[in-house]
C-alpha cells in the first residue's frame, strides 16, 4: 500500500472503503476482547471461517474478528448483521447451526439468545439488550466495527479524518482551544484539564517535545484502556499525533505494561500500518509535519502508572518517581517538554475534532464533560466494560446495566478508583458518575475500575486488601509511603484477627491524613483512601471488629469458624477430598465434621459443596 | 558571584541565592529545618519528607519538601506552622519506631515533638536515607552499593550480594551514615526498641524546645546542619 | 548464550535508556537473567552493573532464577479478590507444596501471583503458561494441574 500522500487521496480511498462495505453481504461479528479471549472466542471464530470458506458462500457472508464489545460476562459473542442478532456463550459446537440456519435461512437459533433475568424473555437484538441500552458507547462502539488488525476498516469508518483536518488549516492554538472547549479531562484518574496540559507544554521551553500514552493500566479491576488498545489503536495513534501538532511535538512513545503481550503487539502493528499509510513518518499527508510514535514495554511495576515514575522507565532506569515541585510538562522524558496523556484521553480526541466540541460537552455534567468507559466487575450479574455519560447514577450503572447483585445476594458497595480510590456504600448509589462529586465524598473515578461488592465482601478486608497491594507495589524512597502504608496495614490487619482498639481508629485517621499530606508520589498521597473511605461509610463493620471480635461477611479468618451442617449434609465427601489441611473427616454418606486445630479456612471445601452444608459464621 | 531573590521564611526575610533550595537558603540563616536525608553536597530526593514546609502561594498552601523547592523570588514559606511541626511529629514517629538504634535518630524524633510513640517498635539497621548510596555515586562514582528491591524490601546492597572490585572500602558510606556512628546503647532486639528521649542532646538543654542546639558532638560525624 | 546476548544487544549498544528493553529480551529468551547475561549487559550498554542489579530486582517482569517448565499465574486483582482469589493461591501453593514465586523440585510448576492482568470480567483468573482460564474454582484449578501432571508422566505434555 503506497503512501497516502495527500488530504484529498485519504478522502478518495476513505470513501471507496466506506462504499465496499455497505453491501448485502450477511455479515458476523464475533468479539475478540480480553473477557473473550478467554473464553475461547478464537476457538469459535476459526470454526466460523472453516464453514464460511467450505459452505460456497462466496462473498455473500463475511466474518470479522472485532475488538471488546463490553459484555464480557456473555461471551463469546456473536452478532448476525444486518438484522443484528446477538448470540452469546457460544461454543464451537454451536456454529454449525448457527451457519445453517441463521446465516443461510434467517432463522434464530433461540436457545443462544440473551434471556433478560428480569422478564424471563429472550432479547433478539443487541440494541434492545438492557446492558447495552443505558449505555452511551460513542467510544467503545467504534470497537465493533472494525478489525483491529486491520488500517482498511479504520479508514472505512472515517479514521484518519480529524487528523486530515487539523493539518488542512488548524493552528495548533485552534486545537488546543477546541479541546479546552469541550471540557476533555483526563481520564487514567488525575482528571487534569487536557487543553491546560497541552497549553503549559506548547508554552514551555525547548527544541524537542514528547507526547505519551500512558497505557500501564495498573488498577486492579480495570482493563478499559486494553479494551481500546486491543480494539481500536488507531484511534489512539491519530489523537496522539494531533496532539503532538498542538504541542509541538514529533515523537511519541506508548508505554503498555509488561502484563498486556498482546496490547503490545496490536500497538506494534498499527504504528508499523500507520508508517505504511503515511499518517507516521516525514511530510505526513503532505503538511510538512514529522511524527514518529514507539512501543515500550513497562517491567511489572503498578508505580510506573505515575508520570514520573513512568519516565524513568523509559529512560531505562528503576520506576521511582520524583517530586512535582518541577511540572513534567516542562521537565519530562529526558527532562523536556512532556505531554503524558492516558489511553482513552487520546482516543477521545479524534471525535472531539470530527464532530466539535460542542458535541461533546454536551454530554456530561458541568464539569465532567463527555463519557467515561468503566470497568463493571465483582459480585454483579453483567460484567465487562462499559461507557456511561457523565453524571449517570451509580444506581442505573450497577442496577441497569449491571442487572444487580450475583446470587440473590444484597449490594453492599462499589469501590471506584482502584487502590486510590474508595468505597460507596448502596445508600449513596444516586450520586452521579462525576469527577468532582466523587472526589468530594471520598472516593474518585479514577480510572474507571468499578467493582460491586455485597454481603459477603468485608469490607475491613477490602481495605487491608489495598493496603498489602501498595505496600507491594510502593517504590520504597519515601517515609510516608514504605512505613506509613505498613503501619496502616498493621493496624487493619490487627482489627482483622480480633485485636484492635478504638484508639487504633483514632491512629488510622491521623496517619492516614499524614500520608496523605506528605507522601512523595500520588500512589502514598492516595494510598489511604481505600481505608479512610471504609472507615467513613461502614463503621459498624470495624466497630464488630474490634468490640464484638465479629466478622459480620464472614470473611477474616481469625474471626470466623467453619462447621458443617448436621441436617443438610449428604456425606457425599467433596468437600474432604477437596481440603487440602486434611481437617474433614467422615465416612462415606454420613455426617462430615471438621477438625477446627487443622483448619485453615480456606474456603475451598465452601465452593465445593453443592448442598450449601458448609456454614461460615 | 551570585545572583539573589527575594524570600520570606517564618516571617523572616532571607536574600536566597539562584538555584538553591529552600532548605539549603534556610541553613545558611541558621533556621533549623530538621531532616535526615538531605546533606550538603548531595543532590537532594525528598526522602525522608521531615523537610516540609507549608508553600504559601495565591491565598493556598501546599505541602512540600523544602529541599527540592528552589528559591523564587517572593516566595512565601511557613516552616514551623502547628499543621507542619504536627506532620513533621508523625513522620519521625514512623522513623524512630522502625529504626530506634541510633541516637541521631531518637534526637530527630525528640526534635520534632515525639514523646511517646504509637507504634510497636522493631529494629531496622537502615532508615534508608540513601546518604551512602548517593556519596558512592555521586562523589566516588564507584556504584558499588545501591538500593535494591521495592517497598518494605528495598535495602542498601552491592550488585549480586556480593562486594565489587569498584569498592575500594572507603568508607565514606559509613561515615555518613546515621545508624553506624551514632548506635544507640539501647536494646537492639526487635521488639524492645524504646524511646528514651535522651540522647546527648537533650541532656544538655536545661529546657527542651524544637529548634533549640546545644552544639553537642552528635552533630560532628553526622553532619548535623546546626553544627556549622 | 553469548551469541543470542549479542544478538539482543545489536543496535543498542551504548545506549543505556535501552535497559529495561534488553533485559525483556533476555528474560524472554532465556527464562531467566542470569548473572552472567547482566554482566554482559552491562558491558553493552554501559550501564554500571549496580543499576542493572537494580533494575532487575525492582521490576517483577524479571527473575533471577530459572523458572519451571509449566509457571501458573494466579490474579490476585480486586475483582479476583472478590470473587475468590485467595482460595485458588491456597489450592496451588498446598496442592504442589511451594511458598509463592518457587519452583517445585522436579522443575515442573513455578506459581506466582500476579496484581492484575486485565480480564476482571471473568473473574477468578489463572494463567498456565499464557492461556487464560476464567471463572476459576479451586476444584477446576485442582483438575487442571493434575491433568498437566499426568500429561508429563505419559510424555504428552506441551508446555
Partial sequence: MPKIASIDELKTIGEQLTAARSDDAILMTVCGGPGCQATRCHDVAAELRKELDSNGFNGSARLRVTGCHGFCEQGPIVVIDPSNIFYGQVKPADVKEIVDRTVRNGEVVERLLYTDPSTGKTVLTEDKIPFYKAQTPTLLSQNRRLDPWSMEDYLAIGGYTALAKVLSGMSPEEVISQIKASGLRGRGGGGFPTATKWAACRAAHGEEKYVICNADEGDPGAFMDRGILEGNPHAILEGMIIGAWAIGANKGYIYVRNEYPLAVEHAKEAISQAREYGFLGEDILGSGMNMDIQVARGGGAFVCGESTALMASLEGKVGEPRPKDVHTVEHGLWNRPTTLNNVETWANVPAIINNGAAWFSGMGTDNSKGTKILALTGEVKNTGLVEVAFGTSLRTVVEQIGGGGRDGRTTKAVQTGGPSGGCLPASMFDLPVDFDVLWEKGSMIGSGGLVVMDEKTCMVDVAKYFLKFLQDESCGKCVPCRIGVDRLLEIVTDITEGRGSSEQVELLKELGETVAETALCGLGKTAPNPVLSTLRYFPEEYEAHISEGRCPAGVCTELIEYSIDAVTCNGCGACLKACPSEAIQGRKNKLHTINLELCTKCGICLTSCNDNAIVVQ | ?228 | MSSSLDTILEGRRSQPHQLIEVLQDVQQEHGYLSREAMDTVSEGLGVPVMEVYRVANFYTAFTLEPMGKYVITLCKGTACHVRGANPLITQALGLLEVEEDQTTEDGLFTVQTVNCIGTCALAPVVVLNGVYHPLMTPAKLRALINRVRREEEEGTGHA
Wanted: charged residues 25%.
Fill in chain 2, 1 to 228: 558571584m551570585h545572583q539573589y531573590v527575594d524570600i520570606v521564611v517564618d516571617g523572616s526575610k532571607l536574600k536566597g541565592r539562584k538555584g538553591e533550595t529552600v532548605l539549603d537558603a534556610a541553613l545558611r540563616y541558621g533556621i533549623c529545618i530538621p531532616h535526615l536525608c538531605h546533606m550538603p553536597t548531595l543532590s537532594d530526593i525528598g526522602a525522608c519528607r521531615l523537610c516540609i514546609v507549608e508553600h504559601i502561594k495565591n491565598g493556598r498552601t501546599k505541602i512540600t519538601t523544602s529541599c527540592t523547592l528552589l528559591v523564587q523570588e517572593g516566595m512565601v514559606i511557613d516552616a514551623n506552622s502547628q499543621r507542619v511541626r504536627g506532620l513533621r511529629r508523625n513522620i519521625a514517629e514512623l522513623l524512630v519506631t522502625q529504626a530506634p538504634n541510633s541516637r541521631a535518630i531518637q534526637d530527630i524524633a525528640l526534635r520534632c515533638g515525639v514523646t511517646e510513640p504509637r507504634y510497636k517498635f522493631r529494629s531496622d539497621d537502615c532508615v534508608l536515607c540513601g546518604r551512602c548510596v548517593r556519596t558512592c555515586n555521586e562523589h566516588y562514582n564507584a556504584h558499588a552499593i545501591g538500593f535494591v528491591g521495592r517497598g518494605r524490601e528495598r535495602q542498601v546492597e552491592y550488585p549480586y550480594r556480593e562486594k565489587p572490585a569498584s569498592c575500594v572500602m572507603c568508607k565514606a558510606c559509613v561515615t555518613l551514615c546515621p545508624m553506624s556512628i551514632t548506635p544507640c546503647d539501647g536494646p537492639m532486639k526487635p521488639g524492645e526498641g524504646y524511646f528514651c528521649g535522651k540522647c546527648e542532646s537533650l541532656t544538655q538543654a536545661p529546657q527542651y524546645e524544637p529548634g533549640d542546639c546545644t552544639r553537642c558532638d552528635l552533630g560532628e560525624g553526622f553532619d548535623c546542619a546546626r553544627h556549622v
